[in-house]
């Protein structure tokens, strides 16, 4: 059972920046792929970015040019920088873990864009 925290989320004005952190209970590198997925209100999860073998990167459209996904194998994490950020990309923000065989969720983070 993979346990994953996340943080980092809060209020911020558009155009500003955060980074999001997703703790795991196991080594990162025993992960098939790591990700990134959000959720806003009424509408389904999306799948923003993953990292696989701590290195290969993809991204979502909407976020492409703006989130940075990254991982740091000796704490456990993933990281998720967000920059420009818009009033669209508020939403509550969840980190994924993939072993192919079962996927695990943590309990999301809010991320709130307004001014």
């Known amino acids: 059972q993979v346990q994953l925290v996340e943080s980092g989320g809060g209020l911020v004005q558009p155009g500003g920046s955060l980074t999001l952190s997703c703790v795991a209970s196991?080594?990162?590198?025993?992960?098939?792929?790591m990700g990134w997925y959000r959720q806003a209100p009424g509408k389904q999860r999306e799948l923003l970015a993953t990292?696989?073998?701590?290195?290969?990167?993809n991204y979502a459209d909407s976020v492409k040019g703006r989130f940075t996904i990254s991982g740091d194998n000796a704490k456990n994490t993933v990281y998720l920088q967000m920059n420009s950020l818009k009033p669209e990309d508020t939403a509550v923000y969840y980190c994924?873990?993939?072993?192919?065989?079962?996927?695990?969720w943590g309990k999301g983070t809010l991320v709130t864009v307004s001014s």
């Open positions: 990292i696989l073998n701590s290195a290969i990167t």
């Open positions: 196991e080594s990162i590198s025993s992960m098939y792929r």
């Open positions: 994924n873990a993939d072993k192919i065989i079962r996927k695990y």
